[in-house]
């Protein structure tokens, strides 16, 4: 993927940039990302907190609104990105970009909630959310495996 990507929400009014090699591209398969999505799965790409930037509008908070912050556009409601607590890294939702060329997932997390017949082409598969202790261990291989 480019070193610059823009993208934004549905209306547009909620605009991001970012900046540098991602960290991570992933497919969420929990339940919960199915009910927000209204799809099969949530796909987004792990940021570090310094290579995402805002550059118009104002996001909510939607979602659960609990420690995990699920920021939505306030006019059309696209979850646009979230932040965890603990994790030095935003996680954009990859259909949020401008361009989605040269995005593959290359985790998939929560596979025993997947539908069987949602098949994404991930390197790695976890039947839950890993472990904290196993990310830089997948960050790692992925950086490798992009050529960073």
């Not at 970012?18 to 790409?45: N, W, Y």
């Not at 509008?57 to 939505?72: A, L, R, S, T």
């Not at 401008?98 to 997932?105: C, E, N, R, V």
């Amino acid at each position: 993927m480019s070193d610059v990507r823009e993208g934004g929400c549905r209306c547009g009014q909620v605009r991001f940039r970012l900046t540098g090699p991602e960290l991570l591209t992933m497919a969420c398969h929990c339940k919960g990302c199915q009910r927000m999505t209204g799809a099969p799965f949530s796909v987004s790409i792990a940021m570090p907190v310094d290579g995402f930037a805002l550059t118009a509008g104002e996001p909510v908070i939607g979602g659960m609104h609990g420690d995990i912050q699920h920021n939505h556009c306030p006019h059309c409601m696209s979850r646009v990105f979230t932040r965890m607590p603990g994790f030095p890294m935003v996680n954009v939702r990859a259909t949020m970009l401008d361009d989605l060329a040269g995005f593959t997932p290359y985790v998939q997390t929560c596979t025993d909630e997947m539908l069987p017949w949602a098949k994404v082409p991930a390197v790695e598969s976890f039947p839950a959310f890993p472990a904290n202790a196993h990310w830089p261990e997948m960050i790692a291989a992925y950086a490798q495996g992009r050529g960073g």
